[in-house]
């Protein structure tokens, strides 16, 4: 097909693919929280590891984290993009910049909400329902088995691995495009810098062409103009 962007075609295909196999999934992890399916086949017995340590881990949290990888990984690449070309655009490699620091903190602030959510639910399970009476007739330890089943051993653990993956992240995108971006950055300000020497010389040329005309000077006009 003449003039097709094959690129772009390509592009989509790779979006598509990705999307796809995302919410199959989100959709697997879902199902499988639920008990509504068991991975069980021998080819397949690593993936069921990996859902029940996230499960018991990270619970629903697992989403919105690699929704966020997916999302941080895409700006990257896009951001690495803009920077191999000769001619971008300084506001399409700032956006591009500043997208990759939106998912990095995103996913620092996913492992503290969920950690909030996750407090929350343990102290209701814990001591919800609970008067003076009650608590001490349950003692510390019942209590304190209730706020580890009500979920805040879960909750810490969202903390820890947002923390951890943030940082991975951040670590992440000053190995892979640190030294472009930071090299782009001092020849863009450079070039800035050269403008502005450029502006301000012009300037002093006709300031010094305007007292020459003031002084009378002879073929001051003929510069002036």
């Known amino acids: ?21 995302l919410l199959g999934i989100g959709t697997l992890y879902v ?16 993936l069921q590891v990996l859902l029940n340590w996230a499960y018991d881990n990270l619970r629903l949290s697992a989403i919105p984290f690699a929704l966020t990888l997916v999302l941080y990984a895409h700006s990257l690449r896009r951001l690495k993009r803009l920077l191999a ?29 969920w950690t909030a959510i996750g407090i929350r639910s343990a102290l209701l399970t814990a001591i919800g329902n609970l008067d003076p009476g009650t608590a001490a007739e349950l003692g510390a330890f019942s209590i304190l088995q209730r706020l580890v089943d009500g979920g805040i051993l879960l ?9 951890v993956g943030g940082y991975l992240l951040r670590l992440l995108k000053a190995m892979v495009v640190g ?3 930071q090299a782009y950055y001092g020849e863009f300000s450079k070039h800035q810098t050269d403008e502005i020497g450029r502006t301000l010389l012009n300037i002093e040329r ?20």
């Open 1 to 21: 097909m003449k003039g097709m962007n094959w690129q772009g075609f390509l592009n989509g295909v790779g979006v598509g693919a990705v999307t796809a196999t």
């Open 206 to 225: 006709h300031l010094a062409v305007l007292v020459n005309v003031a002084n009378g000077r002879p073929g001051a006009e003929r510069s002036a103009e």
């Open 85 to 113: 070309a000769r001619e971008a655009q300084p506001e399409r490699v700032a956006q591009a910049d500043h997208m990759v620091d939106i998912w990095t903190n995103l996913f620092f602030g996913i492992g503290v909400i």
């Open 155 to 163: 909750a810490l653990s969202t903390t820890i691995f947002g923390a």
């Open 31 to 46: 199902l499988n929280m639920a008990n509504w399916i068991v991975v069980a086949p021998p080819p397949m017995q690593e």
């Open 179 to 181: 030294v472009q971006l």
